[in-house]
């Protein structure tokens, strides 16, 4: 288990150690969040790169990451605990067929802990040699109103109530970091329970800084080509402009077909790995992608 980074340059060279460029501005909200034992809430586009700061953080420290994947409809069962039903009907039947008539014992029995069934943030909340896990709550946006107000007693105290059982509370509590693509406005109450940071697009430098640690074999002319086609594909009016995950999928897919720089036919018949609607790709295919990789070359060549 590796120690909390005691500074904001520890913070850096820590993400650093897991292959994740980040700008100093998250470092330093990252930072505190790690030393003031408080919740982060990351919002930003998709694909820019908020879920992998959980990843990277669990792999750099050496924790255990419990993802939570929120969406729609997401309860108490899927989330905290549910009980195993089946294995108590059984164990009743097994009690009744055996002649046991204490009924409170029997009650108190399957309703132990050996018939719960943990879920990610029960799990969280669990003792780990290895220290405290990262806790992901992954795309919150996505769940209503009536989930974030039950996550207010884990983010506010780290201990959730089981009527069953009673309240579990956390030996230590979990490095908790959420997302949100803003579909919605998460609530006030649990804003203020947590560290915020928007998580940008990179700019132009960072993200070939970001390329060529995870697309290593990518040639470089290529790499600053795919950049700046990207950067510029940005300020397009487009129905989803691509994130840096596309970016990352695309130089990876020109690596495969042996591309060493882009050319126009090149960018046509590969704007499906980089875009995601029909509209947009129809919209800077041909004339179009031509145009922008003729300015993108202007602007390297300068």
Not at 10 to 16: D, I, P
Not at 20 to 49: F, I, K, Q, S
Not at 172 to 194: F, G, M, Q, W, Y
């Given at each position: 288990?590796?120690?909390?980074?005691?500074?904001?340059?520890?913070?850096?060279?820590?993400?650093?150690?897991?292959?994740?460029?980040?700008?100093?501005?998250?470092?330093?909200?990252?930072?505190?969040?790690?030393?003031?034992?408080?919740?982060?809430?990351?919002?930003?586009?998709?694909?820019?790169?908020?879920?992998?700061?959980?990843?990277?953080?669990?792999?750099?420290?050496?924790?255990?990451?419990?993802?939570?994947?929120?969406?729609?409809?997401?309860?108490?069962?899927?989330?905290?605990?549910?009980?195993?039903?089946?294995?108590?009907m059984i164990e009743i039947r097994l009690a009744e067929a055996a002649g046991t008539t204490d009924r409170a014992r029997l009650g108190a029995d399957v309703f132990s802990e050996r018939?719960?069934?943990?879920?990610?943030?029960?799990?969280?909340?669990?003792?780990?040699?290895?220290?405290?896990?990262?806790?992901?709550?992954?795309?919150?946006?996505?769940?209503?109103?009536?989930?974030?107000?039950?996550?207010?007693?884990?983010?506010?105290?780290?201990?959730?109530?089981?009527?069953?059982?009673?309240?579990?509370?956390?030996?230590?509590?979990?490095?908790?970091?959420?997302t949100s693509n803003r579909t919605r406005e998460i609530h006030d109450a649990l804003k203020r329970r947590c560290l915020y940071h928007w998580v940008d697009y990179p700019d132009a430098?960072?993200?070939?800084?970001?390329?060529?640690?995870?697309?290593?074999?990518?040639?470089?002319?290529?790499?600053?080509?795919?950049?700046?086609?990207?950067?510029?594909?940005?300020?397009?009016?487009?129905?989803?402009?691509?994130?840096?995950?596309?970016?990352?999928?695309?130089?990876?897919?020109?690596?495969?077909?042996?591309?060493?720089?882009?050319?126009?036919?090149?960018?046509?018949?590969?704007?499906?790995?980089?875009?995601?609607?029909?509209?947009?790709?129809?919209?800077?295919?041909?004339?179009?992608?031509?145009?922008?990789?003729?300015?993108?070359?202007?602007?390297?060549?300068?």
């Amino acid at each position: 288990m590796t120690a909390l980074p005691t500074s904001i340059d520890a913070t850096l060279k820590l993400l650093t150690s897991a292959n994740y460029v980040a700008d100093r501005p998250l470092a330093t909200v990252l930072h505190l969040a790690l030393r003031m034992g408080r919740p982060l809430l990351l919002e930003g586009e998709a694909g820019v790169g908020k879920t992998e700061i959980a990843k990277v953080l669990a792999e750099a420290l050496g924790r255990k990451l419990i993802r939570l994947q929120c969406y729609e409809g997401l309860d108490v069962a899927a989330a905290l605990y549910e009980w195993n039903y089946a294995a108590q009907m059984i164990e009743i039947r097994l009690a009744e067929a055996a002649g046991t008539t204490d009924r409170a014992r029997l009650g108190a029995d399957v309703f132990s802990e050996r018939f719960l069934v943990k879920r990610p943030l029960l799990k969280a909340l669990e003792f780990d040699e290895a220290g405290p896990p990262v806790l992901l709550i992954d795309e919150l946006d996505r769940t209503d109103e009536a989930f974030e107000a039950f996550l207010l007693e884990i983010l506010s105290d780290f201990q959730a109530t089981i009527p069953e059982i009673g309240t579990i509370k956390a030996a230590a509590p979990p490095i908790v970091i959420l997302t949100s693509n803003r579909t919605r406005e998460i609530h006030d109450a649990l804003k203020r329970r947590c560290l915020y940071h928007w998580v940008d697009y990179p700019d132009a430098q960072r993200e070939l800084t970001i390329l060529k640690a995870k697309v290593p074999k990518a040639p470089a002319r290529l790499s600053r080509e795919v950049v700046g086609f990207v950067q510029a594909i940005r300020k397009e009016d487009l129905f989803k402009v691509p994130g840096v995950a596309e970016t990352l999928d695309w130089a990876t897919a020109l690596v495969e077909l042996d591309a060493v720089a882009l050319d126009p036919a090149l960018v046509s018949d590969t704007l499906g790995v980089l875009l995601k609607y029909q509209d947009d790709i129809a919209k800077m295919s041909g004339s179009a992608a031509k145009e922008l990789l003729d300015r993108v070359r202007a602007d390297i060549a300068d």
